[in-house]
């Protein structure tokens, strides 16, 4: 049974953490490479949040947007 928890172990500590352990080592030499992830959903996360209020200035302009307080039958 120790073994089973040992490898275990072994598979979380040596194989997967690999690309963990490699950023590490990275962010010695690049702060901005080793951040790479960050940076991406960075953008993603500005991208949507400007396609979105985008879309709702577009819906507000047209009039479509439904702002009667009285739209909602729990209010």
Known sequence: MKS???TIAFLFE???FLPLHFLRD?????????????????????????????????FNDSGEEDTDSTSHSFL
């Open 4 to 6: 089973f928890f040992e």
């Open 26 to 58: 990275l962010e010695l030499t690049s702060w901005f490479l080793s951040n790479g992830i960050n940076w991406i959903f960075l953008t993603i996360g500005l991208v949507a949040g400007t396609y979105w209020v985008l879309q709702l200035k577009k």
């Open 14 to 16: 040596e194989v997967l």
